[in-house]
């Protein structure tokens, strides 16, 4: 089964970074980050669900327009490590931030497994 544990949330002033973990681990034999879509959704109180940032396996990345400049995702396919790198962190960034994988490269970047999240809490 597949588990994805988040790590690096935290409570930072504006302007400050964080940089966000998430280890993969039980993908079906064939299948890892090398080979399949990862991404980051956030979800702040009162709000929807957000995707934040998605790195396709051939390591192209897409960002909603909010974080452009200021957040980088990237994967270390050795380790099956997703990572969220946030610089500039504004209030408006405060949310529970999940990773998510697909489970087959057909899918694309339609994902299927969500972790449990980690709490980023930026105050002005």
């Known amino acids: 089964q597949v588990r994805l544990v988040e790590s690096g949330g935290g409570s930072v002033q504006a302007g400050e970074s964080l940089r966000l973990s998430c280890a993969a681990s039980g993908y079906a034999s064939g299948y890892s980050s090398r080979n399949l879509c990862m991404g980051w959704i956030r979800q702040a109180p009162g709000k929807e669900r957000e995707e934040v940032a998605t790195i396709a396996p051939d390591g192209r990345t897409k960002y909603t327009e909010s974080v452009k400049g200021r957040f980088t995702i990237s994967k270390d396919n050795a380790k099956n490590t997703l990572y969220l790198q946030m610089n500039f962190l504004e209030p408006g960034d405060t949310a529970m931030y999940y990773c998510?994988?697909?489970?087959?490269?057909?899918?694309?970047?339609?994902?299927?497994?969500w972790g449990q999240g980690t709490q980023v809490t930026v105050s002005s």
């Open positions: 998510a994988t697909s489970l087959t490269e057909t899918a694309g970047c339609r994902f299927s497994r």
